[in-house]
């Protein structure tokens, strides 16, 4: 689980949303308008008509309500590009399927071209994946210079969740996550729990919100036992 600091709110600590989201959202609508552009005129040499400009609106709007559903937006922060592309294949695999089944429903089906429809169907999601790999790249090689980057820290030092969180962090800086240390009322204050490293336990659970409430940190991944 991880909470982001609310800036707005004098500290208060929220789930976290992607603050790529609402830009994600955007550019996904476009390209698969585009793809189905792209789809007319090789396979048809055709132009938009009401039509098909009618079939692009719908598949937009049954992705866009499909996708918060498998949280296809969440933060990239948390996810490899390999998880968000299979996430997006589901979500791209139940709206065409439902796409289909609205035709079938409204008869509509036949005015369509099979060659067209099913050239769009396989090249949007193509688009979809390429766009984030592109945008997932470039984020990276920021994080890695130190930009773009999120105070965070560890709610839970035992060997088997916190201290394996902590070393991905560390591991990765790409992610983009700079990991401040751990809050743990079992660990002694200084303890360490990743051998070699310099983070360490910096107080106690409730030690935690008055850090957050002074901007301190930007996120609270909690690790402990339930």
Known sequence: ??????????????????????????VDGVLIFFTLLISLHV???????????????????VFYFFAPLFNLYR???????????????????????TVVCLGFITKTCAQYSRMVIGSWFILA????????????SALYKIRKKGRNSRTAVIAGADDNRGAHIGKIFLNNPSLGIRLLGFYDDLKPKGYKPLPG????????????????RDGKIDRVYIALPF
Not at 46 to 60: C, D, F, M
Not at 75 to 97: E, H, Y
Not at 125 to 136: D, E, M, N, S, Y
Not at 197 to 212: A, E, F, H, N, T
């Open 125 to 136: 999601p193509f688009a979809l994946g390429l766009w984030r790999f592109v945008l997932l």
């Open 43 to 61: 396979m048809e040499r055709g132009s938009l008509n009401k039509l098909y400009l009618l079939a692009a609106l719908v598949t937009i709007f």
């Open 197 to 212: 490293r310099s983070v360490q336990v910096l107080g106690v659970l409730d030690d935690i919100y008055p850090d957050v």
């Open 1 to 26: 689980m991880v909470l982001k600091r609310k800036k707005q709110n004098g500290g208060m600590i929220r789930p976290y949303q992607s603050r790529f989201s609402f830009l994600l959202r955007q």
């Open 75 to 97: 933060s990239w922060r948390d996810t490899s590009f390999w998880s968000g592309l299979n996430t997006l294949i589901q979500v791209w695999i139940l709206t065409v399927f």
